[in-house]
């Protein structure tokens, strides 16, 4: 696994060598290319003038920001250099906080975060197992390729883990969502959907987290090149009934899928080979 990033995990006086890695596979990604219909050529794009329809290259265009319809402020890229924070190669912590405290709609971009070196080994281990016991996790910043973000650092089995983390301001308001209905529900009804969310416990372990969307897209695409003949069946819609009734018949089927299968005995099996034998 090869390093992106290279600095320091700094709280007050202790700091720990890091080395940053990327946390996403992305060569399970499946990508697609743009093909023009009539002679499979790759499509490629050419910038136009939305105004004077003028083609253009690189050097002819600027950014600029709409502040109202069809006025624009420019930004040079002088400007963005004004910007550029000073990179510190670390991530200063400042402060750690209760896991519970982050809201899961804050994580953005993770990354693993391994000690450079032997000699940060040690220092290291003993942060991510502080982390560990505490249940507290850091929140820093760093500066990546110009631009500040806000991180979190957290353990992971034997490691540190570091997300970025979106800024609150980010993350529109849930009570904005149309149709959200804040009407309180029957004892009988909450008592029932409490049984049903018991039956279906389960660890995180064992649900199965897999990209079955990418895997049928990839066998579709082995069919297609093996020149086979790509069969589906739709899904049929299922029947809307009453909240209580769907209820009580998913209770049903949480029990019946938890019930242990019954062990084959053979004994019907024996009994064919004890014919047979007769019979010879």
């Not at 560990?132 to 034997?158: F, H, N, S, W, Y």
Request: include cysteine; glycine fraction near 6%.
């Amino acid at each position: 696994m090869r390093a992106i990033w290279k600095g320091h995990i700094r709280f007050s006086l202790v700091t720990i060598p890091i080395r940053v890695y990327g946390a996403i596979e992305s060569s399970q990604t499946v990508r697609f290319n743009q093909l023009h219909k009539d002679c499979n050529g790759m499509v490629g794009y050419q910038k136009k003038c939305k105004k004077c329809g003028e083609q253009l290259n690189k050097e002819e265009i600027l950014k600029g920001y709409q502040y109202e319809p069809e006025q624009f402020v420019l930004v040079e890229p002088a400007d963005f250099e004004k910007l550029k924070l000073k990179s510190t190669k670390a991530i200063d912590i400042e402060g750690f906080v209760d896991a519970e405290e982050v809201h899961t709609s804050l994580f953005d971009t993770p990354y693993f975060v391994g000690p450079d070196g032997e000699v940060a080994a040690k220092p290291y281990s003993l942060l991510m197992q502080t982390l560990k016991k505490t249940g507290k996790m850091g929140i820093g910043r760093v500066v990546l390729r110009d631009r500040e973000d806000v991180v979190l650092i957290a353990p992971e089995q034997d490691g540190i883990m570091f997300y970025k983390l979106r800024y609150p301001d980010e993350i529109r308001d849930i009570n904005k969502v149309p149709d959200i209905n804040t009407t309180d529900p029957s004892s009988e009804e909450m008592k029932l959907a409490e049984t049903l969310v018991a039956s279906m416990n389960k660890k995180l372990t064992e649900i199965e987290l897999k990209d079955r969307y990418g895997d049928a897209l990839r066998e579709m695409i082995n069919a297609k090149i093996d020149g086979e003949e790509i069969v589906t069946m739709e899904e049929e819609e299922k029947e809307v009934v009453d909240i209580m009734t769907a209820l009580k018949n998913s209770i049903e089927q949480a029990k019946e899928s938890k019930k242990p299968m019954k062990k084959a005995t053979g004994k019907k099996k024996v009994k064919t080979e004890e014919k047979e034998l007769k019979t010879a």
